[in-house]
């Protein structure tokens, strides 16, 4: 069983920057570089819950046109550990967002999700 868990969410001016975390748990370091997809999601209040994007096993990432250009997603294997490096940041980008992980290939739908973070929260302000 993967556990995922959240950190570094917070409030920060439009324009600024945040990056979260997400601790991988419960793998072995093996699975992130092999056979896990990790992935983060975000849903806004009254939203439904909406990919960001996504890193392959083998490195490639691929984003959402919404942050294409401003949000990075990177991961290092042996701290089992994926990180959102969110820059520019916009109101519009206020959310919960998930760190998730899908076995063996990506998904940009939410029931093809295998593991779920808890969420941590990014409020951006005008």
């Known amino acids: 069983q993967v556990q995922l868990v959240e950190s570094g969410g917070g409030s920060v001016q439009a324009e600024g920057s945040l990056r979260l975390s997400c601790a991988v748990s419960?793998?072995?370091?093996?699975?992130?570089?092999?056979?896990?997809?990790m992935e983060w999601f975000r849903q806004a209040p009254g939203k439904e819950r909406e990919w960001v994007g996504s890193i392959r096993s083998d490195g490639a990432t691929t984003y959402g046109d919404s942050v294409k250009g401003r949000f990075t997603i990177s991961k290092d294997n042996a701290k089992n550990t994926l990180y959102l490096q969110m820059a520019s940041l916009k109101p519009e980008d206020t959310a919960m967002y998930y760190c998730a992980a899908k076995k063996w290939g990506c998904t940009v739908a939410v029931p093809g999700i295998d593991y779920w973070g808890q969420g941590t929260q990014v409020t951006v302000s005008s």
């Open positions: 419960g793998t072995s370091t093996k699975d992130l570089a092999v056979g896990l997809c």
